[in-house]
Structures are given as structure tokens and as C-alpha cells.
């Protein structure tokens, strides 16, 4: 996917992580959900910070700063988890996201999103969809179905494993 | 709407032919089963008209007729003749489903039909030769189990003889359920009573297989000096059939104890009819007594059967019964709750309300439960017909014996084991059972036997599928495991590991590719397809003797019993089955063992694994904590955690594609405030701490 595929004005809710923007597109998102106490999982990837349960079900949550190469997330009074749906082989993967804070839901229309700069920026363009404006800031798009692939979440980094190579 | 139910009861019923074509095969003389499937082919031809499939009810009119002929003996049952009418049922198989089925296809079907109906088939093929289990089989579907009534009436002398009327009773007790009643009206007053004579009868209600002749050998002893007169009053498989046992009225005027007309006389009065009829000192108060014991004893029997058929009575569409366990299943989280709070709250009344409340729950989680429960017999009925077909088609011999198709499993956990026990049958008979000819030349039977059972254990369901064929080749297996890189340079395997590497992907030493099986697609399938059900598999083998593979299951997907424990803040759930004791475990303890996992259990050294340092939680080990021993697929080893909080009743919540590859935890639950736990996998931490243990003893060697 890439950004010429975004052909219509859509809505896109925006949030923080550190001190940039980033959104998805509203159609991703399924809810956003207060912090809360979250379970660890041994053996995933550090990044996967384990789940959580949302009326019932079990969730995984993905902090998106360790994902991107920086601090763990400290939960503040503003941090957020926003649970996001991706269709992927006829089945939907819902996922939460750890946010620093979440901002508004804002219309974006196509001819504002601009391919992702090939140099410049402290994030991996592969996880980017495009850039836009937002109240003078500039403004992520995330390819979420790069950053929410399968391969990369369901790697295992079991300690026994790592002890064997060294 | 309708004709989907016509559909699901036709496929039914076709399962139900098959079965019995395939019976039929083994015992070809045996008419109730001719009848069985005479009625099964008729009921399709029959509600198939009624909902307009005229081209089923057609086609299966064709078959009908030459079971009406093996029926009035104008036919002989050849094994042509079964393999036809298991093709034709195929046929129609496909019919109902909506496949595609040629005219030609159909036309060539029928005019074989009517080509055997003619006899012509029939002539030409010789009877099949009659398998030793057959006799049995036939004398044991002849022995339909009756009722009968028995009135036993012993002469006045007969203790005189010396003869002691109890083990009769304790006989008859035998042949199978009985109702006593005794007649004592006969018992004179007390000066004219002689404590030598018996003044006593009885009516006996017997439900048995055992037929007359049986109940007459009880009596052999005193028949020439007792009045005993043995009636047959049905065939207790009908009973279940009996809209209404016979009124208490009917079942006396039956045996003449009131005339009809009285009868009908009381009828009009009273609506009592036994009360009346004592009343009236018409009937002995003890007749009526009798009358009714065997009225209850009927209905008994009756509710019984009913109760046996109500798998096929009772339809419930699946997804109804999924949405109440998932319902049941949030009960039983919100239950946890309420009774953590109410523990908390120390508020008496609180506390009785979620005790009841936990009552309730648990009966209620348990009924919803064994909804879910079928006998697995369901599935392995099937298998019959693959073994027959490929058998067949491979040119071997070979019998599937079954055992334990009672044993009860959750729906959803049979339906999703359907595939992995036919690669493994599949395999058994491909490469396992060899030719007949081998088998005479090792000295074998010739015909191979794969057994499969089913039996319960625990909270487990332990399937296992025994052959008698070549085994595995560990050599062989060795070899190409080496070839593949599996086996490590300078490591050693044991025969038991080199036997688990056929469930590694893509290992097949099948030489020749066959139709059936070799690819090396199958066996990690199979793996997987247990692993999928919370499941695991093992294979042992012996050259030339065969092979056993075992499947061990849980009883259900969606609840275990299991035990919660605490490391550094983050709470687990071991499921009980594998727990086997917990010990104390203190600092200095820890310190004595110099840096090793071991724990002094009994005098005996014992591994653990510390869930610590295996799950990398941070904090400290605390002054005292607690190693809780497991036991799981026969290996022994401790876990060490911080503290155990309790038993736990727990709802299994799969945790998800993303941590599909995360092996030794099996779900989560969701804990009483709402957090949620994990559920450790004792089978893999067990056998990661084994091969860690291995790797360890390979280093010390090195």
C-alpha cells in the first residue's frame, strides 16, 4: 500500500507518541480504552507488552515507542490504548496501541498526504504511510498492516534460545 | 428451512447405513440389520419425496428394492452387493449435499441395482467367508433384551426340601433389572400358621437378554413343586417406542386378575383405578401393588432408552450452544468476582450470596458443559469405511477394533480431531499393516489389526491408535534425521526422541510416494492439529511388532481447574491435572543447592525451573516461596513461584494469532479484578527444562 492508494477524504484520529504526531484512519479504530494494568507475555518480542482484557476478550498490546527504537511507555494520566481492527486474510486482527496521549478525529483529504520523506526523520518510513499537516505539525500516517504484520509480532525471543547462542 | 432439515437427517441416516452395511458385511445372515438398513434407505426414499427430491427418493427406490429381496430371501448379502449399496450410498450422499451427479452416472448406478436385483450379480460372486467375530456377533444381536413377567408360586412344602427361595431372587437379580413384588394374602392367621410352610408368591418384572430358558434354569430346582408361569410382555427396545406404558387397569385384566367389564364398570366412577379397586375388594391390595411395580418398571426402562435416544431428539443448532457456554463462561468470571469482593467485604449476608451464587455457577458451568459432550464413538464409526476402502484398495488385511466409544469429549474438540486421526489411520495403513504375504513370512496373523480406544483419565481424554504392523524404522529415521541437519553434530538421540521426529514438518522416510500417504505432509499436521486442541502426541514403536500413538486431550476447550499462583506481581494459572504437591522452599534452601535448580523432594533430587528467571520477572525472590511439583506427559519437574493464592475455576480465553508461537503458555483468564492471567503449559515447560537439562548433561560430557 502506498499513499497513492488514498483516493477520498477520510477521518483520521490523531494521537502523541512523544512528542510527534502520528493517525490512523478512524476505520481502523475500534475504541480507546484508558491504561490499564497490562499482563506480561514471557518469550514474545519486548515491544509486544503483553494483553489485556476488554469486556471479556483478550487483547494484545503493542507499545509502539519501544517499536520504533525508544523508551518503554511510562503510563501517565494521559496515556491511552487505542484498540485498532486489521482485516488480514478474511480474519480481523485487533490489537491495542499504546499512546502518550490521543488527541481529535480530523478530515484529511488526499491531496494533503504526502509520500513519507525518504531521509529526515528519526522513524522507519517503512512503517509509513504518508505525511500530512495538522495545526502547523506535521503528521504520520501509519501503515498499520506493515507495522501490525504477523511475521514480526509473532517472532519469539525465548531467553533459553538466546542463551544457546552465545 | 425444511429441507435443510431434511438434509442433516438424511446425512444422518446415511451414516447410520453405512455403519450397518459395513456390520452386514461381517455378519451377512443377520436380518435385523438387513431390516435396519431397509428401514434407513426407505426413510430417505420416503421424506425425500415429501420435500421434492424426487431424483433421491428415485435412486433410493432402486436400492430399497434389492434389500427388499435380501429381506424376503430372494437375495443373498455378497460382498458385491455391500460395496454397491455403499457406493450408492455415496451417491446419494452427494445428492443431498447438492453436488453434481450425472444421468449417466446415476443411470450406470441403477441399472447395476437392477442387474443385482435380478440376482445376476449375485450368483456370480461366491458368498463372502464369514470372519471368526461374526458368530458372536450374530448370537449377541439375536440375545434383544424382553421383559417378562414371572409368577413364581412355590409349593407349601417347599422348605421341607431344604431349599432357600433368596438365591433365586439373587439369580434372577442377575439376568438383569428385576421388579419383586410379594403376594402374602395367602399367609393365614397366626394360630393357623405353620412356620414350615411358604404361603408366600410373587410377581417378578425381568427386563433381560437372556431369554426363557435362561429364566426357566433359575427355576429348575422347584419347578416340579411351584406353580411358574413365564410371560413375555415386550421387547424392551420397543419400549421406548410405547407412547404411554399400559394403564395399571390393562396390565391386571392382561393378567386375569379382574375381568373387562368390571374394569370398565370402576373405570366410569372413580379415577383411581387402584385405590378403587381395593376398595371395591376386588383386587388384592398386593395385585395391585404388583400391577403397578411392573407399570413403574416399564416406564423406567422406557424413560431410560428415551434418555439413550435423546442425542437424536434434542436438536440444538450449534452456535446457540456456543453462545450459552461463552455466556456461562462470563458467569463464571463475574461469580469470581462477586466472591473475592464479598470475601473482602466481610459482610456475612454478602458472603452466603455468593456462595450460593458459586453453587449455582458451578452446576450450571457443568450442565452447559456436558451439552457440549458427545461420545466420541461419533467419530470413529467413520473410520470403519476408510479402513474397508483403502485396505481394500492396497491389497492388505486389515480390521479396526474399537474400544471406548462411550468416552465423552466436548463437540468442538471431536470435530477438529477428525482430521489428525485419519492421517494417523491412513498411515497405519499404508506403511504400518504389511501385505498379507509379509505377514505369513514374519509369522503374523495375516490379518492386521489396528485398534483404536478412547478412555478417560482425569481431566484428560487419552485416544490411542494401536497397530501391529513393521513399526518404525529407527535407523532409518536416524539417518534421514542426520541427512536434515535435525540431529546435532555430535548429539546423541534417545529411541523415544528419534521416534518424535516423524512429527517434525516434512519428514517422510517413505521411499515410494503413494497415493495414500508419504508425502511427509501428515504426521506434523497431526502435531499441530493436537497441539491446536491443547493437546499433545507421542509415538512409540517397536520394529516389526507396531506402533502406538497416543493423543491426550483435555476434556473440554473452554474451562480448566487449575491452580494460581504469584511470581513478582504477575499471577498464573497451573492446571491442576499436573499439579502433584508444592513444598516450601527458603532462601538458605536455594542457597544449598550452589547455583543448581534442584529441590530435595522426599530424599530425592528434583529439577525446577524457576518462573523468575524462565519469564525474566524483575524483583527479588522472596525469604520463602513455594516449588510446586508437576507432573505432566511422565516427565516430574517443580515450578518455582512466589506464592500460591489458591484453586481457581477458570475460563480459557486464547490469547491470540500475535502470540500464537509463545509454546508454554496455553491461554489466559481473566482474574476476578478484572486482570488477566496467564495459563502455563506444564507439557512444554516440563520439556523445556528437560532438554535444557540434556543440553547441560551434554556440556558436563564435552
Known amino acids: 500500500m502506498t499513499v497513492d492508494t488514498i483516493t477520498q477524504t477520510d477521518q483520521y484520529l490523531t494521537f502523541k507518541i512523544d512528542e510527534e504526531y502520528f493517525t490512523v484512519n478512524v476505520r481502523n479504530v475500534r475504541e480507546i480504552l484508558e491504561y490499564t494494568k497490562i499482563t506480561k507475555m514471557p518469550d514474545a518480542p519486548h515491544f509486544m507488552r503483553g494483553i489485556i482484557n476488554v469486556r471479556g476478550s483478550v487483547i494484545p498490546v503493542i ?104 | 428451512m425444511e429441507t435443510d432439515i431434511y438434509k442433516t437427517e438424511a446425512l444422518e441416516i446415511l451414516d447410520d447405513l453405512e455403519a450397518a452395511l459395513l456390520e452386514l458385511e461381517g455378519c451377512p445372515e443377520d436380518m435385523p440389520l438387513v431390516n435396519r438398513i431397509f428401514r434407513a434407505l426407505h426413510t430417505i426414499k420416503g421424506s425425500g419425496k415429501m420435500f421434492g427430491f424426487d431424483d433421491i427418493a428415485d435412486f433410493t427406490h432402486e436400492i430399497e428394492n434389492i434389500y427388499d429381496g435380501v429381506r424376503s430371501g430372494k437375495l443373498k448379502v455378497s460382498q458385491d452387493l455391500i460395496s454397491l449399496t455403499l457406493a450408492g450410498g455415496d451417491v446419494i450422499r452427494r445428492m443431498v449435499r447438492g453436488e453434481e451427479v450425472t444421468p449417466a452416472e446415476r443411470e450406470a448406478m441403477v441399472s447395476r441395482f437392477q442387474a443385482m436385483q435380478k440376482g445376476e450379480e449375485a450368483l456370480a460372486d461366491e458368498p463372502p467367508g464369514r470372519p471368526p ?9 439375536k440375545k434383544q433384551s424382553a421383559i417378562w413377567r414371572v409368577r413364581f408360586k412355590p409349593g407349601q ?64 430346582f422347584v419347578e416340579d413343586e411351584s406353580d411358574i408361569d413365564i410371560t413375555v410382555l415386550e421387547d424392551a427396545d420397543s419400549v421406548a417406542h410405547i407412547e404411554q406404558p399400559l394403564r395399571l387397569g390393562e396390565i391386571l385384566v392382561e393378567k386375569g386378575d379382574i375381568a373387562q367389564e368390571k374394569l370398565a364398570e370402576i373405570l366410569a366412577n372413580r379415577p383411581l383405578i387402584g385405590q378403587t379397586l381395593v376398595q371395591e375388594k376386588l ?10 411395580a411392573e407399570q413403574q418398571h416399564i416406564r423406567k426402562l422406557s424413560e431410560k432408552q428415551k434418555e439413550m435416544e435423546s442425542s437424536d431428539s434434542v436438536r440444538v443448532a ?16 463475574v461469580q469470581a468476582r462477586l466472591s473475592q469482593h464479598s470475601t473482602v467485604s466481610r459482610d456475612p449476608i454478602a458472603v452466603s450470596i455468593a456462595e450460593e451464587v458459586e453453587r449455582l455457577t458451578t452446576e450450571l458451568r457443568d450442565n452447559t458443559m456436558s451439552l457440549r459432550m458427545l461420545p466420541i464413538g461419533t467419530t470413529f464409526s ?95 529415521i536416524r539417518a534421514k534425521a542426520r541427512e536434515r541437519g535435525l540431529i546435532a553434530e555430535g548429539g546423541e538421540l534417545s529411541e523415544g526422541e528419534i521416534y518424535q521426529l516423524v512429527f517434525e514438518p516434512g519428514f517422510s522416510t517413505a521411499t515410494v510416494v503413494s497415493d495414500v500417504s508419504g508425502r511427509g505432509v501428515g504426521m506434523d499436521v497431526v502435531k499441530r492439529g493436537v497441539e491446536a486442541l491443547r493437546g499433545h502426541i507421542e509415538i512409540a514403536s517397536r ?43 527458603t532462601r538458605e534452601d536455594i542457597e544449598n543447592a550452589h547455583g543448581n535448580n534442584v529441590i530435595n523432594v522426599w530424599g530425592q533430587m528434583m529439577p ?95
Open chain 2, 133 to 141: 467375530a461374526c458368530e458372536e456377533k450374530i448370537s449377541a444381536e
Open chain 2, 382 to 476: 467413520k473410520f470403519k469405511r476408510l479402513v474397508r476402502d483403502l485396505s481394500k484398495e492396497l491389497g492388505k488385511e486389515i480390521v479396526l477394533e474399537m474400544e471406548g466409544e462411550e468416552t465423552q469429549l466436548d463437540k468442538s474438540v471431536i470435530e477438529q480431531l477428525n482430521d489428525p486421526l485419519v492421517h494417523i489411520i491412513r498411515n497405519s495403513i499404508d506403511h504400518g499393516i504389511e501385505s498379507p504375504r509379509t505377514r505369513l513370512a514374519q509369522g503374523k496373523d495375516k490379518t492386521g489389526v489396528i485398534m483404536l480406544s478412547a478412555t478417560q483419565s482425569g481431566a484428560d481424554v487419552v485416544i490411542s491408535i494401536v497397530d501391529d504392523g513393521a513399526g518404525l524404522d529407527e535407523a532409518k
Open chain 1, 63 to 166: 507499545d509502539l515507542r519501544l517499536k520504533f527504537g525508544m523508551e518503554a511507555t511510562v503510563p501517565k494520566s494521559s496515556t491511552r490504548i487505542i484498540v485498532m481492527e486489521i482485516a488480514r486474510e478474511g480474519r480481523t486482527l485487533v490489537i491495542g496501541s499504546l499512546a502518550d496521549s490521543v488527541k481529535e478525529v480530523i478530515e484529511i483529504a488526499p491531496d494533503q498526504i504526502e509520500p513519507p520523506p525518504e531521509m529526515g526523520t528519526r522513524w522507519k518510513k517503512d512503517y509509513i504511510l504518508g505525511v500530512g499537516k495538522y495545526q502547523e505539525e506535521f503528521i504520520m500516517l501509519l501503515d498499520i498492516k506493515k507495522l501490525f504484520s504477523t511475521d514480526e509480532l509473532t517472532r519469539i525471543d525465548q531467553p533459553a534460545l538466546e542463551e544457546e547462542e552465545s
Open chain 2, 543 to 585: 520394529r516389526h511388532e507396531g506402533t502406538k500413538i497416543t493423543i491426550r486431550l483435555p476434556l473440554t476447550l473452554a474451562i480448566i481447574d487449575g491452580l494460581l499462583v504469584e511470581t513478582g506481581g504477575e499471577k498464573y494459572v497451573i492446571p491442576q491435572a499436573a499439579v502433584v504437591e508444592c513444598f516450601e522452599q
Open chain 2, 608 to 702: 525446577y525451573i524457576c518462573l523468575r528467571q524462565r519469564f525474566a520477572i524483575a524483583g527479588d525472590i522472596p525469604q520463602s516461596r513455594r516449588v510446586i511439583l508437576c507432573e505432566a506427559n511422565g516427565r516430574k519437574a517443580g515450578l518455582a513461584v512466589d506464592r500460591v493464592i489458591g484453586n481457581y475455576q477458570t475460563v480459557i480465553k486464547p490469547v491470540g494469532e500475535v502470540y500464537k508461537n509463545v509454546e508454554c503458555i496455553s491461554g489466559a483468564t481473566i482474574l476476578g479484578d478484572g486482570t488477566v492471567a496467564l495459563i502455563l503449559d506444564p507439557v512444554k515447560l516440563l520439556k523445556e527444562e528437560q532438554s535444557v537439562l540434556s543440553r547441560d548433561k551434554i556440556r558436563a560430557g564435552q
Open chain 2, 283 to 292: 383386587v388384592d391390595p398386593s395385585r395391585v401393588k404388583s400391577a403397578l
Open chain 2, 157 to 220: 412344602n417347599i422348605f421341607q426340601t431344604g431349599t432357600d427361595l433368596a438365591p433365586l431372587f439373587a439369580e434372577l437379580r442377575e439376568l438383569g433389572e428385576s421388579t419383586v413384588v410379594c403376594h402374602c394374602q395367602a399367609v393365614p392367621g397366626l394360630a393357623g400358621i405353620d412356620p414350615q410352610c411358604c404361603y408366600l408368591s410373587w410377581d417378578i418384572v425381568l427386563t433381560t437378554d437372556r431369554g426363557e430358558q435362561a429364566i426357566r434354569d433359575v427355576f429348575i
Open chain 2, 318 to 333: 450449534a452456535s446457540k450452544l456456543d453462545t450459552l457456554v461463552n455466556l456461562v463462561g462470563e458467569l463464571v468470571i
